[in-house]
């Protein structure tokens, strides 16, 4: 007797759920680096009219604004190329929104990325490129 395995076609809708699935992990991931780095974690999926930051932290005096890209592989780049400048002109947007919301004035700001490559499935390489776009 032979059996047949019915394997469930990948689909945008499965491959989405994937990929949100992925980003859930890299976010959690990205904040528990971060604080065992000492950042103070102030918000979470902050969204406004101009988007969605990832995580924002306090570092010292410094209010950062850090993008989360993780992948399962590095075929098409590393995650940390996929900010794009528009990306980066949002994530700026997004600052200045925040900022003005919480009428924080007077701080230094930071635009950080953390990039995430899972090697295994309790494995992960992260890169945390500090200060990576914005104003000097």
């Not at 794009?84 to 990325?113: Q, S």
Request: net charge neutral; with cysteine; hydrophobic share 40%.
């Amino acid at each position: 007797m032979t059996e047949a395995v019915l394997e469930r076609p990948v689909t945008k809708s499965s491959q989405g759920k994937r990929n949100r699935a992925l980003g859930r992990r890299g976010e959690d991931a990205a904040a528990h680096f971060l604080e065992c780095r000492g950042y103070d974690i102030v918000a979470r999926n902050w969204t406004c009219y101009a988007g969605e930051a990832d995580i924002i932290a306090r570092d010292d005096d410094a209010v950062v604004f850090v993008e989360v890209k993780t992948r399962r592989n590095c075929d098409k780049g590393m995650p940390s190329e996929a900010v794009t400048p528009e990306k980066r002109e949002r994530y700026e947007r997004i600052a200045l929104e925040y900022l003005a919301n919480c009428g924080i004035v007077d701080v230094p700001i930071r635009f950080d990325i953390v990039s995430i490559v899972i090697i295994a499935p309790d494995r992960a390489v992260v890169r945390h490129h500090i200060n990576a776009f914005g104003g000097a």
